[in-house]
């Protein structure tokens, strides 16, 4: 039996390259708003993070979101991500 390809995507904040389904997208759609994609079927230009507090704060502190989107980012999207991640910590 052939075994199905798993897509890989680079983490923003170690910078390893893990299965999709393991990390967090944010979406910048056409219109440039910056939004977190749980499903990952949102339209628009996509980065991903680890479901990790030091890779999300590694990807803040070098400002890796900006670079990926090409725009300053605002704090609430931040403070977002650090929601999700301690929703799933539990």
């Given at each position: 039996m052939k075994q199905k390809k798993i897509p890989l995507r680079m983490c923003l904040?170690?910078?390893?390259?893990?299965?999709k389904k393991e990390l967090i997208r944010v979406v910048r759609n056409n219109e440039g708003?910056?939004?977190?994609?749980?499903?990952g079927k949102k339209p628009g230009r996509g980065a991903y993070i680890c479901r990790d507090a030091a890779c999300l704060e590694q990807?803040?502190?070098a400002?890796?979101?900006?670079k990926a989107f090409e725009m300053t980012?605002?704090?609430?999207?931040?403070?977002n991500?650090?929601?999700?991640?301690e929703g799933n910590d539990g």
């Open positions: 904040g170690c910078k390893e390259m893990k299965p708003e910056i939004s977190i994609d749980l499903i990807a803040i502190k400002k890796r979101l900006d980012i605002d704090n609430e999207i931040y403070e991500l650090k929601c999700q991640l």
